[in-house]
Nanobody, 123 residues
């Protein structure tokens, strides 16, 4: 049984929006910070955004700052990534990971990882 499951990916036109979700079956999910990452074909994994366990702190990569918003609903054990003004270069498999805030950002070090959801942005 996967502890983190991403959903909401799909095909969207450039300039459009998409919200992807990371649902957790971890009983202690609300005590974990969560990060979003992506990996495009032929490229390494890239950090996008992180949110602290309470939601009071967030951090974004420069490449998505102002376009993407991370949020969480601990009552639903779910973290979201709202993606606006999407570009073809945002095409990738998007992953969520649960862990500690600092290591998620600095070294993409998560304790638990999801399987990923594909996001494709067409011209």
């Amino acid at each position: 049984q996967a502890l983190l499951v991403e959903s909401g990916g799909g095909l969207v036109q450039a300039g459009g929006s998409l919200r992807i979700s990371c649902a957790a079956s971890l009983r202690t999910f609300s005590s974990y910070s969560v990060g979003w990452f992506r990996q495009a074909p032929g490229k390494g994994r890239e950090f996008l955004a992180a949110i602290s366990w309470s939601g009071s702190s967030t951090y974004y990569a420069d490449s998505v700052k102002g376009r993407f918003t991370i949020s969480r609903d601990n009552a639903k054990n779910t973290v979201y990534l709202q993606m606006n003004s999407l570009k073809p270069e945002d095409t990738a498999v998007y992953y969520c990971a649960a862990g500690s805030f600092g290591p998620l950002i600095a070294s993409m070090d998560g304790d638990y990882w999801g399987q990923g959801t594909q996001v494709t942005v067409s011209e």
